[in-house]
């Protein structure tokens, strides 16, 4: 009797065949909707960040540019505090309702932060009420990119093969990335086509204008993506989670695994792409313009380099990549900080750049497989989601903020020990988990 795979064989050009590539192009169109939603949520969520430089002074007392930016990542840091809740909101309805809800519902909540923030009056029109209603859009905006991290990790990673699964969830940190490289391509012709003056006064707005419209036609492509089988089956058989955080309580060292392997790796991430563009105007004393360049550049080279380690751990283990991160990160930290302030070139700053994102990228580019390998479907999203978003907001969000205040009280190294420290006791969570690549409650649905 001929097995599935020899009748496939037999068949080629077949119904078979037809079948398989059909499905093939399903299970790619999949993933590049559900990773074009993300980028756009991401673009959103850091078009804040990187045009602070530019709209702090409108939503603030007038200061140092060191206390209007403090100011404006404290706001940032405080969007932070919703992600949690994101996380445990967007996941439940995730494990309950299905990945595509739950997505589909995050970026139209993403496009009102947006549109709030283009439209509020600047500090000397409305006084208190203008960086209020700034921190009230940032909170909306961290409870939606909360909740889409866990949602759509789940979901490109259910929707990948096994064999591959750790090249197709890499591009969950490629659009992550792409998010920020978006908002910074955007800064660059906004730079390029209006004056300084200008870009203070009101063309801040445009990129927030820009991501409000663009949530919108992701909400539409969204509306059309296929669920994930692993979700279905879980709906079909009846083994859902009636309630979903009951049912993540009963796997308590897998949400003590995410927190520990995301603590370091979520401060570096946050330093070397969030912070890194003030780092070089506020500390270096890089014009922002030349900033702006470096940043696009270097993320753009840090992109690319997702798929390439997410591949690498598909052939050696998500292990062997973790613990590169952990002992690099924790040795090179303080050196390359060291090196770029006394940097005299350019393109010196910009290889010590290079050089730190390459360590991060054994962090990046599978740590949302990782989390998803952690969780039965059933409780995957809130899994992935709630203990990863409560330490991206106390470790990540912070990261900012406790960089510019260890500056201005002229103690900016003690950061870098800070980072150090962090990701050495991730280093101690990646030596003694198990590889998920190897153990994993990825369960394999027909």
């Not at 006084?127 to 490109?156: D, H």
Request: glycine fraction near 10%; proline fraction near 3%; include cysteine.
């Amino acid at each position: 009797m001929r097995s599935v795979e020899h009748s496939k064989v037999q068949e080629p050009g077949g119904r078979a065949e037809g079948k398989d590539n059909a499905s093939i192009r399903k299970r790619i169109r999949s993933i590049a909707g559900g990773a074009l939603g993300n980028l756009v949520e991401w673009y959103d969520w850091y078009a804040y960040s990187t045009f602070a430089l530019y709209f702090s002074a409108s939503f603030f007392p007038k200061g140092d540019q060191t206390i209007q930016l403090l100011q404006s990542a404290g706001v940032f840091a405080l969007g932070f505090i919703m992600r949690p809740v994101g996380g445990w909101v967007f996941g439940s309805l995730g494990d309950r309702y299905g990945r595509k809800y739950a997505m589909t519902l995050s970026v139209i909540m993403m496009s009102a932060g947006s549109l709030i923030i283009a439209i509020i009056p600047v500090y000397g029109s409305i006084g208190a009420a203008a960086p209020i209603s700034l921190l009230l859009a940032r909170l909306l905006q961290g409870l939606s990119v909360g909740g889409e991290y866990g949602v759509s990790a789940t979901y490109l990673s259910e929707m990948a093969t096994r064999e591959r699964r750790g090249f197709y969830s890499s591009f969950q940190y490629v659009t992550l990335v792409g998010g920020q490289i978006t908002a910074l391509g955007v800064q660059l012709l906004l730079q390029f086509m209006l004056t300084d003056a200008e870009l203070h006064l009101w063309g801040w707005r445009i990129p927030f204008v820009i991501g409000a419209i663009l949530s919108l036609i992701v909400f539409y492509i969204r509306s059309n993506l296929d669920e994930t089988k692993q979700f279905m089956a879980t709906k079909k058989t009846g083994s859902a989670e009636r309630s979903p955080m009951r049912g993540l309580l009963k796997y308590p060292k897998a949400i003590f695994t995410v927190v520990g392997l995301t603590l370091g790796g979520t401060l570096a991430f946050y330093t070397y792409t969030t912070y890194m563009q003030k780092f070089l105007v506020n500390s270096l004393g890089i014009p922002k313009e030349t900033s702006t360049i470096l940043s696009f550049l270097s993320l753009l080279l840090f992109a690319m380099l997702q798929p390439v380690f997410g591949s690498l751990s598909d052939r050696i283990g998500r292990k062997p990549l973790l613990i590169a991160f952990g002992i690099s990160g924790t040795l090179a930290t303080v050196p390359l900080f060291n090196a770029m302030s006394a940097a005299t070139s350019q393109v010196s700053i910009f290889l010590f750049m290079m050089i730190a994102l390459v360590i991060v990228s054994g962090y990046t580019s599978i740590n949302a497989v990782v989390k998803a390998e952690l969780f039965p479907a059933s409780v995957r999203a809130l899994g992935v989601g709630l203990p990863y978003a409560l330490t991206v907001a106390i470790f990540g969000g912070s990261a900012e903020y406790l960089a510019l205040l260890f500056k201005q009280s002229n103690h900016e190294s003690y950061f870098y020990y800070y980072i150090s420290f962090c990701i050495l006791i991730s280093l101690l969570v990646y030596i003694f988990m198990d590889d998920t690549q190897k153990k994993n409650k990825m369960e394999v649905v027909q």
